[in-house]
């Protein structure tokens, strides 16, 4: 009855816990039957807590795999990513190629272009340089033939200075002779046979001797024009101002009762053969002192300006003048535009002046108006003066 009891109980739905029942079985086979039973269930018990630690090893061994695969799929995402930022990047770094790429080929047909272009270039240069090298081999042939030309005029020259030379020599020689005579003879009847001769025939032997000595006077000049065309120049630094001044000094002592100013700028310095330079300024200062002979108060100025960045030298007077129409014959041999009566001359001074300043690279020109002085300029290195136009483009030296 406890049996059914404690099976009724056991069977019975308590809402608190159990009581302890103690309970003694004195039946063998129910004892057996219940440790058999008790027995399976500890069996049973034990069984199921294998399976559970089985289970729960399982589970753990899940969960570890779950965590390496988690692992893994973190690293294989890393990789992925990794893949893809490398991919990202190649493909950056492929476009940056495809970009240099078009860039070269690009740059490639714009230097094939250019070499095209050079090459066309290369090609008009090579038929110009053809047309140039048949214009080259013309003008060398002209060249040689001028070349040619200039032997056989300076072979002439050459003749006809050896000519030249004999003709001075001739005219030093036979032609002074004569002169003489005639000078001589001409003096000696007007001393001896003065008192015989009435007053016309004392004035043609005058005119005689005037003639003969003017004749004598040309020659000298003639000769002197000739030499100054020939032989080497010595070219060295000439002090112009302190040329002048000894000119000066020399005309005011021949003629000390004239009253001419000179002004004559200092420093004036220039390149070129001495003797011949003083030739050139003996005649324009003598010219300018000639021809101021009939003012009370003469003017002679020597000075220097600038035309065309070239040094200009000039002599100006305040004496008779010129006409500007005479201009581009002033420097003509022979050419004379005042009477010998009023300021006596050969007419060969100018000429020989042309020449010293044409065998010094340089140019020479005149200005001037009547009764109111005259002006010469000239250069000594490069011939910037108009000769044949006057100089009245350089009046603002004045």
Partial sequence: MEACREDAVME???TKAPPEVTAEIHD???????ARAMLNI?????GER???EETQRAVLNILDDSLVEKDRLKETQRAILNILQDSSEEKEWLERMQRAILNILQDSSEEKMRLEESQSAMLNLLEDFDIERTRTEEANRELQDALESVRRAKEAADAANRELEAFSYSVSHDLRAPLRAMDGFSQALIEDYYDILDEEGRDYLTEVRNASQRMAQLID???KLSRLTRGEMNRTTVDLSVMVQNI???LKNSQPERHVTFRIAEGLVATGDPTLLKVVLDNLIGNAWKFTSKKDIALIEFGATDFEETPVYFVRDNGAGFDMKYAGKIFGTFQRLHRDEDFPGTGIGLSIIQRIIHRHGGSVCAEGEPEQGATFYFTLDRPVLKERLGCSYLRHTR
């Fill in 12 to 14: 019975g739905k308590a």
């Fill in 28 to 34: 063998p086979l129910l004892l057996e039957n219940y």
């Fill in 42 to 46: 500890l069996e049973d018990l034990t």
């Fill in 50 to 52: 294998r399976r559970l």
């Fill in 221 to 223: 000049e003639l000769l």
């Fill in 248 to 250: 000066a000094k020399a």
